[in-house]
């Protein structure tokens, strides 16, 4: 491990999906699980990196690793901008909503008060501004949940959200994706690299990533 090349590197993976608060009962999410980013966390540390983890999920927090628990967009958001400057490696799998509601309710919305109306506001989109940063030295990995068209789809996230490498998953098959333990993936690379992973492990996958994501690191 003192070999690896991510040896005292610093790694910030953000994981699981966000919950956009309606009242203080309610919230709208996804079925993001935590999993492809916990085990993200689980090999970088493995590897010898300092590994924060900025994560909504109650899975256990592997050894050696820091957590930052967060539950919004907005806190994910905040988080992320405030330790991004000291990261050389950036793994963002969390699923984050694309928008929130525009006010949450102080009360619980009551049925009696009739079928309501949530208005939703967008949120920051936080891979999209560490894209566009100059300043970055971090390589910067983002994730890409398909159902259609998926390659497409990932390639124009990738060129769109200024990530240097995007990971690809086709959520719509059983075996991969969310909530489960195995997945499989395409990686891209800004730089044209291309990479199929056939299905296995979650924790093999992060493995292959922090290798592309390695040799990608300045220096
Ligand atoms: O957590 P698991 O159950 O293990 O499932 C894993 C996973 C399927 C959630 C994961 O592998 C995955 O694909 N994560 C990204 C899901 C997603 O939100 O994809 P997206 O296409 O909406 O977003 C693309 C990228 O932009 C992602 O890196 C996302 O973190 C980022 N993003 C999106 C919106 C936003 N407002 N801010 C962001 O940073």
């Known amino acids: 491990r003192l070999d690896s090349p991510l040896s005292g590197r610093t790694v910030l993976v953000t994981a699981g999906g966000t919950r956009e608060a309606i009242d203080p009962v309610r919230f ?11 085990a993200i966390a689980a090999e970088a540390a493995a ?24 539950e919004s967009a907005m806190d994910m958001h905040e988080a992320v901008m405030a330790r991004a400057d000291v990261a050389d490696v950036i ?23 009739g079928t ?21 030295r971090a390589v ?3 994730f890409a949940a398909e159902t259609t068209d998926v390659e497409t789809h ?12 995007i990971v690809i998953n086709d959520v719509s098959q059983a075996d991969a994706g969310f909530a489960v333990d195995t997945n499989r993936a395409v990686i891209l690379g800004a ?8 299905l296995t492990s979650k924790r093999e996958l992060a493995s292959i990533l922090l290798g592309e994501a390695a040799a990608r690191l300045p220096g």
């Open 28 to 38: 709208l999410g996804n079925r993001s699980s935590g999993k492809m980013g916990h």
């Open 47 to 70: 590897l010898g990196a300092k590994v924060v983890l900025v994560t909504t999920s109650t899975l256990p927090v592997p050894p050696g690793v820091e957590a930052v628990p967060v």
């Open 91 to 113: 793994v963002k799998a969390a699923a984050v909503a694309d928008f929130r509601p525009a006010a949450r309710a102080e009360q619980k919305i009551k049925k009696a008060d």
């Open 116 to 136: 309501p109306t949530i208005e939703l506001v967008p949120n920051p989109d936080i891979l999209a501004e560490l894209g566009a940063r100059e300043d970055l």
């Open 140 to 142: 910067l990995v983002g």
């Open 154 to 165: 990932g390639r124009d996230k990738l060129r769109r959200k200024g990530a240097d490498l």
């Open 191 to 198: 730089d044209g690299m291309r990479r199929d992973v056939a």
